[in-house]
């Protein structure tokens, strides 16, 4: 298995931006998907093209539309996320259970609920 060379990747939240812009079609349903405004969401999708060094999406006044690269990388993201969030998803289904805490006076605990 290849291990990914961490100096070589562009900002993962660029990634995930554009993601959520490739799969919802826009900066704004990506925006609120991820609780930022529709400018965050462009700026990082511009500095993911930057770094890539090419147009990941053509914007057409309000639309955009993905280019061939756009289309791969975004339906990889969304392949590769998915995969993630399936790991975890295992991963915390496992958990004996969230611990309950309980506050109250010592009388109380000692008097009635340790004996219980």
């Known amino acids: 298995m290849a291990y990914p060379d961490w100096k ?3 900002s993962l939240s660029a990634l995930r931006a554009f993601e959520a812009a490739a799969r919802l079609g826009g900066f704004s ?3 609120r998907v991820l609780n930022v405004t529709p400018a ?3 700026q990082q999708v511009r500095a993911l093209e930057a770094d ?5 999406i053509h914007r057409e006044g309000r639309g955009m539309l993905l280019t061939p ?3 791969r990388l975004g ?3 969304s392949d590769g996320f998915g995969i993630i969030q399936a790991a975890l998803g295992t991963i915390r289904s496992q958990r004996d259970g969230d611990p309950v ?3 109250t006076t010592p009388g109380f605990a000692v008097q009635w609920m340790m004996p219980r």
């Open 75 to 77: 339906a990889a993201l």
């Open 40 to 42: 965050a969401v462009a």
């Open 8 to 10: 070589l990747m562009p």
């Open 101 to 103: 805490t309980v506050t």
């Open 69 to 71: 690269e756009g289309a």
């Open 29 to 31: 349903a990506a925006a």
């Open 52 to 56: 890539l060094g090419t147009a990941l």
